[in-house]
C-alpha cells in the first residue's frame, strides 16, 4: 500500500511553493501597473483626438428643432489633424529612440524615463491602429481604401505646415534683416567717401619718400654698370706697360 503520510509533506512543500510564487508574482504586476500609470506622459494630452472623438459622439439636441448632426466633411477634417498630429510624434519618438538607448546603456538616465519612453511608444502604435479603423468606416471614408493613405495625406500636410512655418519665421526677421543691412551699406560708404576726401597722411608721405629713394638707387646701379668696362680696360693697359 501506499504510505500517504510520507507524501503529505512534498504535497505540502509544493502547494506552498506554488501559493507564494502566485502571490509575487501578483503583487510584482499590481506594482509595476501602479508605478507605470504614476509615470508622467511623454507627450502632452492629445488635443486633436479629444477633438474629434467629441465630435464623433455628439449627438443632436432632440429639443432643439435647428439642430443638426456633425457634417462628415467636418469629422474628416477633424480626423486628418488628428493623423498630423500622430505624424508629428511618431517623429520625435524616432529621432529620440538611438539617442535615448545609447544614454540609457551608459547610465545617463533612469530607468523610469526608459518605461516613459516605452510607454508613449505603445501608445502610439495603438493610437496608429486606431485612426486607420477609423478611416475605413463608411461614413468617414473620404477616398476609397482611405485607411491605407490616410497617413501619407497626413505626413504631406505636415510637411506643408512646416514649410510654412519656417517662411513665416524669416519673413519676420526680414525687415530687421534689411534695417541693419541698410545702416551697415551707410557706414561703409561714409567710411569710403572719408578716405577719398581725406588729405595725403604721413603713411602716404613715407610712401612717397620711399619710392623715390627706390628711383635714386635704380640710377646709381645704371651709372656704376655703365663705368665697369672702362674701369676695367685701364687696368688692362697698365698691364701691357709693366710686361714692356
Do not use: C
Not at 207 to 232: Q, Y
Amino acid at each position: 500500500m501506499v504510505n500517504w503520510l510520507s507524501l503529505v509533506l512534498p504535497f505540502a512543500y509544493l502547494s506552498i511553493l506554488v501559493g507564494s510564487l502566485a502571490t509575487f508574482s501578483s503583487l510584482y504586476r499590481k506594482r509595476k501597473i501602479a508605478r507605470s500609470t504614476a509615470l508622467t506622459p511623454w507627450f502632452p494630452t492629445h488635443l486633436q483626438r479629444n477633438v474629434y472623438l467629441s465630435l464623433l459622439h455628439l449627438e443632436p439636441d432632440p429639443t432643439q428643432e435647428k439642430s443638426v448632426a456633425v457634417p462628415e466633411s467636418v469629422l474628416r477634417a477633424a480626423l486628418l489633424r488628428r493623423a498630423m498630429e500622430d505624424i508629428n510624434r511618431i517623429r520625435q519618438i524616432q529621432n529620440s529612440k538611438q539617442a535615448l538607448s545609447s544614454l540609457l546603456q551608459r547610465g545617463s538616465v533612469g530607468d523610469d524615463l526608459w518605461q516613459r519612453f516605452l510607454r508613449a511608444e505603445s501608445e502610439m502604435e495603438d493610437e496608429l491602429r486606431d485612426v486607420v479603423t477609423e478611416a475605413r468606416l463608411p461614413a468617414n471614408a473620404l477616398a476609397p481604401n482611405w485607411g491605407q493613405t490616410i497617413f501619407q495625406s497626413a505626413n504631406e500636410m505636415a510637411g506643408n505646415a512646416l514649410v510654412r512655418k519656417k517662411i513665416d519665421e524669416i519673413q519676420s526677421h526680414a525687415q530687421s534683416e534689411k534695417e541693419w543691412w541698410d545702416q551697415r551699406r551707410a557706414a561703409i560708404q561714409a567710411d569710403f567717401m572719408k578716405e577719398l576726401d581725406a588729405p595725403v597722411g604721413e603713411a602716404e608721405k613715407t610712401t612717397l619718400a620711399i619710392t623715390k629713394e627706390k628711383i635714386g638707387s635704380d640710377e646709381d646701379t645704371v651709372l656704376v654698370e655703365g663705368g665697369g668696362p672702362t674701369a676695367g680696360g685701364k687696368g688692362t693697359m697698365k698691364k701691357r706697360k709693366n710686361k714692356k
